[in-house]
């Protein structure tokens, strides 16, 4: 089994930073993509970044040059440095690892106020 565990969530002014952590547990290997999603109110889940074996890095053009996706594969946690941020990243962001079949966080809460 795998678990996955987000925080570091919270509430923010417009422009400024927040760092999300996601420590994940159980049958976990490097070879396998973790990554971040985000769900706003009344919107489907949306990918944020993923972040692939060989370190290879996917972010969504909302989010590039403004967010980094880094990967502690000795942790095995994934973080997500989030600056430069804006009222339309207000959301829950889910911590995501995929092996057969994808595993979610509870989700931590970011609100960005203008």
């Known amino acids: 089994q795998v678990q996955l565990v987000e925080s570091g969530g919270g509430l923010v002014q417009a422009g400024g930073s927040l760092r999300l952590s996601c420590v994940a547990s159980?049958?976990?290997?490097?070879?396998?993509?973790m990554g971040w999603y985000r769900q706003a109110p009344g919107k489907q889940r949306e990918l944020v970044a993923t972040i692939a074996s060989s370190s290879s890095t996917n972010y969504a053009d909302s989010v590039k040059g403004r967010f980094t996706i880094i990967r502690d594969y000795a942790k095995n946690t994934v973080y997500l440095q989030m600056n430069s941020l804006k009222p339309e990243d207000t959301a829950v962001y889910y911590c995501?690892?995929?092996?057969?079949?994808?595993?979610w966080g509870q989700g931590t809460q970011v609100t960005v106020s203008s």
């Open positions: 159980g049958n976990i290997f490097s070879r396998n993509a």
């Open positions: 995501y690892y995929y092996r057969t079949r994808a595993y």
